[in-house]
């Protein structure tokens, strides 16, 4: 999702950019607003996560768990994943990336409210998961159990997860493992596979 500890004015309008680094849209600079904490996912972060992802991305159901900027959700798509699914609290913010999707053309469900409330509703498993949760919430945890206790992983689900250097340690749920995992500068971030065998 791309949020922050250290806060800006919630009240402030001004806006910022993001850029699609590959796919059908590579190179297209969308507008994101200056809300809370938020912080798209950097360039280099996104080049990383997305060469673990290459082999799996197209054709999959997508799952961006704390939006903000979309921009995870909307890389996905750019690499022609069947469905993403985004889920942004903040109104405005889910606003912006609603135009975002019809600028590009894209059809992409947003739920505006709070992801512990979302998930719940939902009902078909997703192949990748984005969680990148506001930092200093000790959000990644309970979501990784919701994702497990709804039955939102698919079998071999890849789950990505981003926070901040010192959060809480991994609970991962029954059958994940880390497979891959990298640490710069305040972010620590991982990729989580789903096997469904539990130990």
């Known amino acids: 999702m791309n949020r922050v500890a250290k806060p800006t004015s919630r009240h402030n309008k001004k806006s910022g950019s993001v850029r699609i680094i ?9 507008p994101v607003l200056d ?5 798209p996912s950097t360039d280099r972060t996104r080049e990383t996560l997305f060469n673990w992802l290459m082999a799996h991305v197209q054709g999959s159901r997508v799952l961006d768990v704390f939006a ?3 921009v995870l959700g909307l890389e996905a798509l750019s690499r022609y ?4 699914v985004f889920i942004e609290k903040h109104a405005p913010t889910a606003k912006q990336l609603k135009t975002n999707l019809n600028t ?18 939902l009902s078909t498993p997703f192949d990748i998961i984005f969680v990148d949760p506001p930092f200093g919430h000790d959000l990644v945890n309970p979501c990784l159990a919701a994702l497990y206790k709804h039955q939102l992983l698919a079998t071999n689900a ?18 994940c493992e880390v497979i891959k995992q990298k640490q710069t500068g305040q972010l620590t971030y991982c990729l989580l596979e789903y096997t469904g065998a539990e130990a």
């Open 22 to 30: 590959s796919g059908q849209w590579r190179g297209r600079r969308l």
């Open 35 to 39: 809300a809370e904490g938020l912080r």
């Open 68 to 70: 903000g900027s979309g």
């Open 81 to 84: 994943a069947r469905e993403t």
């Open 104 to 121: 590009l053309k894209a059809g992409a469900e947003v739920h505006c409210n709070d992801a512990m409330a979302v998930l719940p509703t």
């Open 158 to 175: 890849l789950i990505y997860v981003e926070q901040e250097i010192n959060g809480p340690a991994l609970a991962l749920p029954p059958g």
